[in-house]
């Protein structure tokens, strides 16, 4: 496997190759064993180059963003690491109210741009780390929004390399959620947004930025809100009721901020992670009878 890995990377692909980089360099909550591989496709030709090579060879193959929504678990990944975050960087408008984004531009980014071009509709995104590509992938949101207010379509490339386009109507999406095929990478995004004075977008980006910091900062490494919010209540709730706020496993810790946030401390590992998010499951099952599904995409071997 590794001589053929290395004929490919040396013979055929142009962008950046790592081999058996640790994944807590690459998630924000800084937890994860190695990949195999980390590719940074520096276009869509090596992208698709590498889909092709990792389907003919086998390979198992996952695409990252910002990282910032994963646990990836101590064993680390096998295959092929996807980076998206080195290539896919530009933004062009198509006319003074739609854009097309590729997918490894910050959301932040992205954000400053419409406010400098008084464009609304994605104020709420101000505060969520990450890429557009992670942000429509997970259909990030806060405050009542979320990415499916702006999204018109998503290029993609497929594992066999073909390319296509999906409307935003097939891609169902729901609270952190779409349907996007398991084999599909986004490559571009297709958004519209809306006239508004900069003002408004500014004095709204301040309000949201405002109720975000007047709820705490975690103020530690994290991946966000771990569980999905069970209909009609708040999993941060749930989990301090049944008293878990600040419970700690080796480094890993139930944020005594937000319940909803697991902290890395210094040191943690993922079986840490996993091990509060298995108790909190547990804990508020056994007090609720609520089942608490997680939010972050855990993934790679113990
Ligand atoms: C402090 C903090 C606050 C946060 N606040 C919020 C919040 O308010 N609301 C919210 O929704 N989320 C929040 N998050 C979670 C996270 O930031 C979002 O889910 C973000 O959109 C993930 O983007 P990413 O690029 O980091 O994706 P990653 O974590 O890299 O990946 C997430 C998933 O998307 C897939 N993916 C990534 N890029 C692509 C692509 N190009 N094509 C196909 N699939 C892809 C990955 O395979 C993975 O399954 C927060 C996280 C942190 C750390």
């Given at each position: 496997?590794?001589?053929?890995?290395?004929?490919?990377?040396?013979q055929r692909f142009k962008?950046?190759?790592?081999?058996?980089?640790?994944?807590?360099?690459?998630?924000?909550?800084?937890?994860?064993?190695?990949?195999?591989?980390?590719?940074?496709?520096?276009?869509?030709?090596?992208?698709?180059?590498?889909?092709?090579?990792?389907?003919?060879?086998?390979?198992?193959?996952?695409?990252?963003?910002?990282?910032?929504?994963?646990?990836?678990?101590?064993?680390?990944?096998?295959?092929?690491?996807?980076?998206?975050?080195?290539g896919f960087e530009d933004i062009t408008w198509s006319d003074e109210t739609t854009v097309v984004v590729e997918s490894g531009v910050g959301l932040a980014a992205l954000v400053n741009r419409l406010k400098e071009r008084s464009?609304?509709?994605?104020?709420?995104?101000?505060?969520?780390?990450?890429?557009?590509?992670?942000?429509?992938?997970?259909?990030?949101?806060?405050?009542g929004r979320d990415?499916?207010?702006?999204?018109?379509?998503?290029?993609?490339?497929?594992?066999?390399?073909?390319?296509?386009?999906?409307?935003?109507?097939e891609l169902s999406f729901s609270y952190r959620k779409t349907s996007l095929p398991k084999d599909s990478v986004i490559v571009r995004v297709h958004m519209r947004f809306e006239k508004k004075e900069r003002s408004e977008i500014e004095e709204e980006m301040d309000r949201l930025r405002k109720r975000r910091e007047d709820t705490g900062s975690v103020g530690y490494p994290s991946a966000g809100s771990i569980f999905r919010n069970p209909e009609g209540g708040y999993a941060g709730r749930l989990i301090e009721e049944a008293g878990?706020?600040?419970?700690?496993?080796?480094?890993?810790?139930?944020?005594?901020?937000?319940?909803?946030?697991?902290?890395?401390?210094?040191?943690?590992?993922a079986r840490d992670v996993l091990a509060l998010m298995a108790l909190a499951r547990d804990r508020?099952?056994?007090?609720?009878?609520?089942?608490?599904?997680?939010?972050?995409?855990?993934?790679?071997?113990?």
């Open positions: 496997m590794g001589e053929q890995y290395q004929l490919f990377f040396v962008g950046k190759v790592l081999f058996n980089v640790p994944m807590s360099r690459y998630t924000s909550i800084r937890v994860g064993g190695p990949a195999d591989v980390m590719a940074f496709p520096r276009d869509e030709a090596d992208l698709r180059d590498i889909m092709v090579f990792a389907t003919t060879k086998n390979f198992p193959l996952f695409v990252l963003g910002g990282g910032t929504n994963l646990v990836v678990r101590d064993g680390g990944i096998r295959g092929i690491v996807v980076n998206m975050t080195e464009l609304g509709g994605l104020e709420f995104a101000a505060g969520i780390p990450g890429t557009v590509g992670g942000a429509v992938a997970m259909n990030a949101g806060a405050y990415m499916s207010g702006v999204v018109e379509g998503v290029e993609v490339i497929d594992r066999k390399g073909k390319k296509g386009f999906i409307p935003a109507a878990l706020k600040g419970y700690r496993i080796g480094d890993a810790q139930i944020s005594d901020v937000h319940a909803n946030y697991i902290i890395n401390r210094g040191e943690a590992k508020v099952f056994g007090l609720k009878g609520i089942v608490l599904e997680p939010e972050v995409r855990v993934v790679g071997e113990d």
